[in-house]
């Protein structure tokens, strides 16, 4: 069972302190605290993932790289790593998603790369703080376009030399 | 908007991107496959008409139907291998060129270089 954070209390003098009010304020806080709203997913497909998604960001898989998260405090860091491939001298982008939102950073993304040799692979990864997340079930997806061609997400699917397990990660802070 | 597509078999994501996109031109945003799924990323003003023959254009789908892309690459592949296979181990003696023309000779010894850098660059 997840821990469950409860607003510190401002204590009064000669203030009675019961051992509900400290297994809420000590114990279930710093369980939350060592413990806080975490999820993951390491990509162990059948299959490697590709797009030739022109338009604005779309989820690379609605189902499996979809964390939710119940948020509290509003802060929330998203990570992500992974090996991605571009066809021609085009440009491949990736963005979280927040369901209900769209792409958290929108434009360009969180990052974007052009193929510039053929035959490059680009191993890519980012990290970033988000800030003023509304409290509740939140819902984070990786997302990606391309500028034009074919982007291919190794995941794990025993790809010869790519066979890359990307993981994909949300945690409140 | 988004339209999933549980896909019959294997799909050439190129080929059926290029055949999508000829038929329905700025209606089309692309593809994305993966996860057992294939989904079709359209305006979101598409017609009806253009998501059922998007619908029919994926069964319809073939993997072994080259994009015109694929083709002219399979086809550069060819010409390539072929070409290496038709000169290999023939060696440019730019001397032959020197004896008519001093330039020539020159441009002899320099493509003999490049075939050199390039064979070094290959090897690498």
Redesign the interface.
């Known amino acids: 069972m997840p821990a469950i954070w409860t607003a510190p209390v401002t204590w009064n003098v000669n203030q009675l302190v019961t051992a509900g009010d400290l297994n809420q304020q000590l114990r279930d806080n710093l369980e939350w605290l060592k413990t806080p709203p975490m999820a993951s997913v390491i990509l162990d497909?059948?299959?490697?993932?590709?797009?030739?998604?022109?338009?604005a960001f779309?989820?690379?898989?609605?189902?499996?790289l979809s964390l939710t998260l119940s948020v509290v405090s509003g802060n929330v860091l998203v990570g992500f790593h992974g090996t991605v491939e571009i066809?021609g001298g085009n440009v491949a982008k990736l963005d979280v998603i927040r369901i209900g939102v769209g792409a958290v950073t929108g434009e360009d993304g969180m990052l974007s790369f052009r193929r510039v040799t053929s035959g490059s692979v680009y191993s890519v990864s980012f990290v970033r703080l988000l800030t003023g997340i509304p409290a509740g079930n939140q819902t984070f997806r990786l997302g990606w376009?391309?500028s034009g061609?074919?982007a291919t997400?190794y995941?794990g699917a025993g790809t010869t030399d790519f066979n890359i397990h990307p993981q994909f990660w949300v945690r409140e802070v | 908007m988004d339209i999933e597509i549980n896909p019959r078999g294997e799909i050439n994501t190129e080929a059926l991107d290029a055949t999508l996109r000829a038929a329905l031109g700025a209606a089309f945003l692309g593809l994305t496959v993966g996860g057992g799924k294939l989904v079709l990323h359209l305006t979101d003003d598409a017609p009806v008409s253009a998501v059922e023959q998007a619908r029919g254009l994926v069964m319809a789908h073939d993997p072994a139907q080259l994009s015109p892309r694929q083709q002219a690459e399979k086809q550069r592949q060819a010409r390539l291998q072929q070409a290496r296979e038709q000169y290999r181990g023939e060696l440019l003696d730019p001397l032959v060129f020197e004896q008519t023309n001093p330039q020539l000779g020159l441009l002899a010894r320099k493509i003999a270089w490049l075939e050199q850098e390039l064979n070094d660059l290959r090897a690498t």
């Open positions: 497909q059948g299959a490697d993932y590709t797009t030739t998604n022109t338009g779309t989820a690379v898989d609605a189902t499996v066809t376009r391309v061609g074919t997400l995941a």
